[in-house]
């Protein structure tokens, strides 16, 4: 039995991980796919307190080492749910393990648009990751979706590579930082094609060829013509497993800085608990908070 298992290997469950190893206690961590989390997708962190600029692969790898050089366990199983008691019986896709104290830091996943051949395309033209699939369409035009400041980095990332760049946003104001706003408007191959939403996804040979936006104000509809959609348009939780035990909030598990959830033992940290800043380093502070109180309550 581990005195603490933590449930994803983002940031804040390695956090998390390394808080609890550093209070003696021993430790699983498990994740359904690679560690990381979604800072593995973003080309340059420039906001972390303290570096400057890093590649989120780097960041994450560098956080993944660290929790297993302080001793910390892996194990790439998905957590399908947690059974209370004074013993918790975690239940993942390959068996079950026991705990004195859970942290829930399952983060978050991208927003799909919900459009028709969306899924079908994906690996033909429509990704979630332009620095994983951004090297594909080098010398070609593409567009990304999103306000936030995925969408503003992937553009940004992407103007260094390709042809042309379009961004849709379904209003004229971004959600993402003004700073990274202005980045794009010096890049000439960058337009903003703004209040507006796509439509459809025009495909050929079984390939991407074109994305149908449409002017939310004016109705008025124009064919991009585009090899590649980037879709940035945020993320949604994924908390169902946990839902006997937690109480959700949209999906997000319900509680305060002291992640603390309705059920003693149980703490939840990071994108995936209701808060109002998601970003690297409250995600990081989430895990050491969720770190020591639950290897205070063990
Ligand atoms: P986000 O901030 O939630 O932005 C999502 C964007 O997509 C918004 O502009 C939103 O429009 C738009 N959107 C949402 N649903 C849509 C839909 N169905 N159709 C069209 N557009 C839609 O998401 P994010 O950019 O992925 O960022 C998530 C969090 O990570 C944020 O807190 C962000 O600051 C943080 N982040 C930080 C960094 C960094 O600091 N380096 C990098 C990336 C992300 P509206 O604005 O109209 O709602």
Do not use: W
């Not at 849709?168 to 003004?178: A, K, S």
Request: with cysteine; aromatic share 8%.
């Amino acid at each position: 039995m581990y005195d603490i298992i933590v449930i994803g290997a983002g940031p804040a469950g390695l956090s998390a991980a390394i808080y609890a190893r550093r209070s003696g206690k021993t430790v699983l961590v498990l994740e359904e796919s690679t560690y990381g989390g979604q800072i593995v997708n973003t080309p340059d962190v420039e906001n972390y307190p303290g570096i400057a600029h890093v590649s989120g692969f780097d960041f994450a790898t560098n956080l993944y080492n660290q929790a297993k050089d302080f001793g910390a366990e892996f194990k790439f199983e998905k957590a399908i749910g947690v059974e209370d008691g004074e013993v918790k019986k975690v239940k993942t896709s390959n068996g079950e393990y026991e705990s004195k104290a859970v942290i829930i830091a399952t983060g978050a996943k991208n927003r799909k648009l919900g459009l028709d051949n969306e899924e079908s395309m994906i690996g033909k033209g429509v990704s979630y990751c332009a620095t994983c699939d951004g090297m594909f369409f080098r010398d070609k035009n593409v567009a990304v979706n999103g306000g936030g400041n995925t969408a503003l980095e992937d553009a940004f990332f992407l103007s260094n590579y390709c042809k042309k760049v379009y961004v849709i946003h379904r209003r004229d104001e971004f959600r993402g930082d003004e700073k990274d706003v202005e980045k794009l408007r010096s890049k000439e191959n960058v337009e903003f094609v703004l209040d507006s939403t796509v439509a459809e996804i025009i495909t050929s040979d079984d390939h991407v060829s074109g994305v149908k936006v449409k002017n939310k104000k004016t109705e008025e509809e124009r064919v991009l013509d585009v090899d590649g959609l980037f879709v940035a348009i945020g993320q949604v939780p994924d908390n169902e497993d946990f839902k006997d035990i937690v109480e959700l909030e949209n999906g997000y598990v319900k509680a305060l800085e002291d992640c603390k959830t309705k059920t003693p033992g149980i703490f939840v940290a990071g994108d995936c608990r209701t808060k109002s800043v998601r970003q690297l380093a409250t995600a990081a502070a989430d895990g050491a908070i969720a770190g020591i109180a639950a290897s205070q309550y063990v």
